[in-house]
């Protein structure tokens, strides 16, 4: 199994920032894809940033110029820095990773999320 550990949700002001970041465990071989995703109350879960083992990117179309996703491959983590946040960034946000994990000496797809942290953007 690998499981995935979030920080650094919280309150922050319009025009705020804040930096999510979340930590991969396990028996992992490799990860490839790396990334975050949220959800407002009544609203469906939508894709934010995600991004490769390799370092390309895709964002939201909603997030493009505020967000910024990185990742440190030696630490199985993945950040994502979000800059000049609006009301409507106020969701839970999930991270999620997939990969390829030893399972009995064998390599197993796997595709995990994050407990979710929340963001809220308020004045």
């Known amino acids: 199994q690998v499981q995935l550990v979030e920080f650094g949700g919280g309150l922050v002001q319009p025009g705020g920032s804040l930096r999510l970041s979340c930590a991969a465990s396990?028996?992992?071989?490799?990860?490839?894809?790396m990334g975050w995703y949220r959800q407002a109350p009544g609203k469906e879960r939508e894709l934010v940033a995600r991004?490769?083992?390799?370092?390309?990117?895709g964002y939201a179309d909603s997030v493009k110029g505020r967000f910024t996703i990185s990742r440190d491959n030696a630490k199985n983590t993945v950040y994502l820095q979000m800059n000049s946040l609006k009301p409507e960034d106020t969701a839970d946000y999930y991270c999620?990773?997939?990969?390829?994990?030893?399972?009995?000496?064998?390599?197993?797809?796997?595709?995990?999320w994050g407990q979710g942290t929340q963001v809220t953007v308020s004045s």
């Open positions: 999620y990773a997939a990969g390829l994990y030893w399972t009995f000496a064998v390599p197993t797809d796997f595709t995990s």
């Open positions: 396990g028996s992992i071989l490799s990860i490839n894809d």
């Open positions: 991004i490769t083992s390799g370092g390309s990117t």
